[in-house]
């Protein structure tokens, strides 16, 4: 038996098995069931007590507790918990790739949704907590100390957060209960092969190595650029096994990192001085295994989980995230399991595949509702919610994923366009009719039309814009190149078109002076949508990587999918939707004047914070451009989803604003980085990589002449006075310790 559900008996806890899926399902998907989660989500903490509770690690007891069971289950249950919102689908797919290995019959997300309920096949050679032991380690995730009782019991959810379930899970079997003594060590599996794995050299000194162990190390030595050969050199072996350590004591114990030396060197590991840097560097540092839950607390392994190059080490799968449109091993990030509600409403019936572009693609159409609404930034500098958004995907990616959304978000303004096309087609007629008579109308009062056809002069475009009473005018486009019809006559009136929209209280006109010409300077309110394929997208932009476009764009994209996948499949969206939608729209329409929401102004100040502080430790001066209006597209996002939620705030908007900038940014540097990077500087090589943490790249203890070549190796070039600048404003944010005229020490 695996499965017992628990019930109450004369106040005594008892419990009965539950032998066949359908009634597993049942109990998950009654009403009762549903409705008390519900309220756990809305807060009701209490509530909790009331869910289905499963027991997965069953063992008789001799003092009548949990009665019900006559033999220890096949199956152990185990918790993994405060999982950050941010990085709770790279948790579920690092497992879910993992089921093989670890025997994995059952995974549903927490009643809090903040982690998750696992259960795997029991190893009846071990003991309970050696089981739980073995598992953690297998996964890279922290154990669980409180959770070694075999009679524990799991909150159970509802079908909805049923992620993964095996019917072997109702298979009935037994395993012989054996009191054991706990063990020291542990059985350890290994995570995956390398392709390139470092060679076994055990029997020499340094202790067994486990597959998965050495799988970490080649990682380590990839990221930091060291071959086998470099712990060999007389002249390097210090400064590679000073690298070596500052990335694998973040993931390796002494004992596993003593056992990689012995295997790159066996003739040195012992040395005092080596073993003297291996302790001093393991001095600063805490259980491996806790620092593999909390890497993203550190600022440094943030900026790299920005570019997902945690990728390379083994602890992050690099096929969590999207695929790089480059083909690369760089993924773009995670988009948030939990979003703010209007999110999840509008993405509810697109498949995940396509979620995260629809998430971005949706704001243009939702800011082209406000009117005269203005919010201040952190500058004190009013802007209106401008947003412009440009979706770059291969051919037959499936850009059409955002067609149907905006449809229905733009429904009400589309009514009244067409009321207003239809009077505005009438006047015409009637001009036509009475030619220059003098009693020939004049032009109707407002004829406001925000959706407008991109085939238009710009006349047209500035009477649209005149017109709007203080509206936005909006157009998608289904190809970018269609914006070549504004380019008028200098060539480079769209992209002038798209800097003055984001630009606060810019005007957008003409003066003429013929009676018949149009002659008017509006403030230029002006959202749109785009589509275009990567390549057609970089050559649009190719003229104008500098001058600014770019940067006041946000960026989106599809990734490919493999040859042979199936069809990605499309809910249907209803009556139900649309009603579901609309107090959103309502609220954005109804909403005027100078709107002040703390909260987002408070998140932007710590986005731009955490740009510049990675600014300052890659030292890339194209990521440092794009952030400052990244940040500002970021905060008008979290502005328009506090509007639309009737001005107040959800606690969903801080993960997902902070993921739509990572991304934005990712789109970015993806697509346009190199290409930046080479126009302001065509002399200087430039690297193909995104930008890097300097400071990790450097061991513990490093000189002048380390981070000169640092610099070099991520093409920033080694001349003295920049790369002094940028020690001594490490210094300055204490991120070094200045040891003496020309070495350093981190400040961990």
Not at 179 to 188: A, V
Not at 426 to 434: A, F, L, V
Request: aromatic share 8%.
């Amino acid at each position: 038996m695996s499965v017992h559900i628990i019930y109450y008996k004369d106040g005594a806890k008892m419990m009965r098995p539950v032998l066949t899926e359908a009634e597993y399902r049942s109990l998950r998907g009654s009403a009762r069931q549903q409705e008390v989660l519900k309220a756990v989500h809305k807060g009701d903490v209490k509530a909790k007590q009331n869910l289905v509770q499963m027991n997965y690690s069953c063992l008789p007891n001799d003092d009548g507790t949990l009665k019900g069971s006559t033999r220890m289950s096949t199956t152990v249950g185990m918790d993994i918990d405060h999982i950050p919102q941010g990085e709770l689908q790279a948790v579920r797919e690092h497992i879910l790739s993992m089921k093989d290995e670890l025997g994995l019959l059952m995974l549903e997300l927490s009643a809090r949704g903040e982690g998750y309920h696992l259960v795997f096949r029991r190893r009846p050679e071990l003991s309970q907590e050696e089981n739980l032991r073995w598992a953690a380690n297998l996964l890279g995730v922290e154990f669980d100390k409180g959770a070694k009782d075999i009679t524990r019991v799991f909150f159970t959810t509802t079908e909805s957060e049923l992620l993964f379930l095996s019917p072997q899970l109702f298979e009935q079997g037994e395993v012989k209960s054996e009191k054991r003594k706990e063990k020291n060590t542990m059985q350890e599996a290994p995570a995956e092969k390398p392709s390139t794995p470092l060679p076994s050299r055990e029997g020499q000194g340094g202790g067994s190595v486990s597959d998965r162990t050495r799988f970490i190390a080649q990682g380590v030595m990839k990221e930091k650029g060291l071959l086998e050969r470099d712990f060999l050199d007389e002249g390097g072996r210090h400064t590679s096994v000073k690298m070596f350590l500052s990335g694998a004591t973040q993931l390796l114990t002494r004992e596993e990192t003593n056992g990689i030396l012995a295997e790159l060197m066996p003739d040195h590991w012992r040395d005092q001085n080596i073993q003297q840097l291996v302790s001093d560097f393991y001095q600063n540092y805490t259980n491996p295994s806790q620092r593999l839950l909390k890497y993203q607390e550190n600022l440094f392994t943030q900026s790299r989980r920005l570019y997902g190059y945690d990728s390379e080490d083994g602890h992050t799968a690099a096929s969590d995230a999207i695929v790089s449109p480059s083909g690369d091993d760089r993924g773009a990030p995670v988009m948030p399991k939990r979003l703010p509600k209007l999110i999840q409403l509008l993405t509810s019936k697109t498949p995940d595949v396509y979620k995260p572009t629809l998430a971005h693609a949706l704001f243009p159409p939702l800011a082209t509702h406000l009117c005269g609404v203005r919010f201040p930034y952190t500058d004190n500098v009013e802007h209106e919610a401008t947003l412009m958004n440009c979706l770059m995907a291969s051919t037959g990616a499936g850009k059409g994923c955002i067609d149907e959304p905006i449809r229905r978000i733009m429904a009400d303004i589309k009514r009244r366009d067409d009321e207003n096309a239809q009077r505005e087609a009438e006047w015409k007629k009637d001009c036509q009719r009475k030619g220059a008579n003098k009693d020939r109308m004049v032009r109707p009062e407002g004829l406001v039309i925000q959706i407008i056809d991109p085939d238009m002069t710009k006349p047209a475009l500035v009477t649209r814009m005149d017109e709007a009473e203080g509206h936005f005018v909006y157009v998608k486009l289904n190809e970018l190149d269609l914006f070549e019809q504004l380019k008028g006559q200098t060539g480079k009136q769209h992209f002038q078109l798209m800097c003055l929209a984001f630009d606060p209280g810019a005007e957008y006109g003409q003066t003429r002076v013929g009676i018949q010409s149009v002659t008017a300077r509006p403030v230029c309110r002006f959202n749109w949508n785009a589509c275009t394929t990567i390549l057609k997208g970089r050559r649009f932009f190719n003229k104008v990587l500098t001058d600014g476009p770019i940067s006041r764009i946000n960026f989106c994209t599809i990734p490919e999918m493999e040859i042979g996948s199936e069809q990605p499949v499309y809910g249907q969206y209803d009556i139900a939707f649309d009603e579901a939608l609309r107090p959103y729209i309502e609220n954005l329409t109804k909403a005027r004047g100078l709107i002040v929401c703390k909260q987002a102004d408070a998140l932007a100040r710590k986005l731009q914070k955490e740009c510049a502080e990675f600014a300052r430790l890659s030292q890339n001066e194209v990521y440092w451009n794009l952030s400052h209006r990244a940040c500002v597209i970021a905060w008008l996002k979290a502005c328009v989803l506090y509007v639309a939620n009737g001005c107040k705030w959800e606690k969903a908007i801080d993960d997902f604003i902070r993921w739509s900038l990572e991304y934005d940014l990712w789109c970015k540097m993806e697509f346009f980085g190199e290409d930046i990077a080479k126009a302001n500087m065509e002399t200087e090589p430039t690297t193909k990589r995104g930008p890097r943490n300097l400071l990790e790249l450097l061991p513990d203890v490093f000189t002048i002449a380390d981070a000169r070549r640092v610099r070099q190796q991520q093409g920033m070039g080694n001349e003295n006075r920049k790369c002094e600048k940028m020690i001594h404003q490490w210094v300055f944010r204490k991120y070094v310790l200045q040891i003496t005229d020309y070495s350093f020490k981190k400040c961990h």
